[in-house]
């Protein structure tokens, strides 16, 4: 029992160490939005950037998503997102980063830029 309760410990600080490493950005969604078949509400949501993945949080939606990372030669002014519409619904392929040289591809082999349709300003 002592043995399970350590190990579990050990988990967890290595699960928070993990999380504190990532880069954390808030996203303002506008409308409602669709990652890796999740329907998400407008509203706020912070993103988590890991190595090779995101993890989008808000309110009681936590979503983990592969995502690739890609560095522009200059910042971007501000933060934008670019969908795919499919059944009238928006899905959300990249996530340029306001302020920074970073976007996220999402998906597990990524989104190339010309299979995007649309995009959205955002917070």
Do not use: C, W
Request: proline fraction near 2%.
């Amino acid at each position: 029992m002592k043995k399970a309760a350590v190990t579990f410990a050990s988990l967890f600080v290595l699960a928070a160490l993990a999380t504190a490493s990532a880069k954390t950005y808030s996203v303002e969604l506008f409308e409602p939005s669709v990652v890796a078949g999740t329907e998400l509400k407008a509203g706020t949501y912070h993103i988590n950037v890991m190595d090779s993945s995101i993890v989008i949080k808000g309110g009681n939606t936590l979503i983990t998503v592969p995502a690739r990372q890609e560095k522009a030669d200059t910042k971007y002014p501000s933060t934008s997102v670019r969908y795919e519409v499919s059944d009238g619904k928006r899905e959300i392929k990249q996530i340029k980063l306001g302020n920074t040289n970073l976007k996220l591809v999402l998906g597990a082999a990524g989104a190339s830029a010309g299979a995007a349709a649309g995009g959205q300003a955002i917070r």
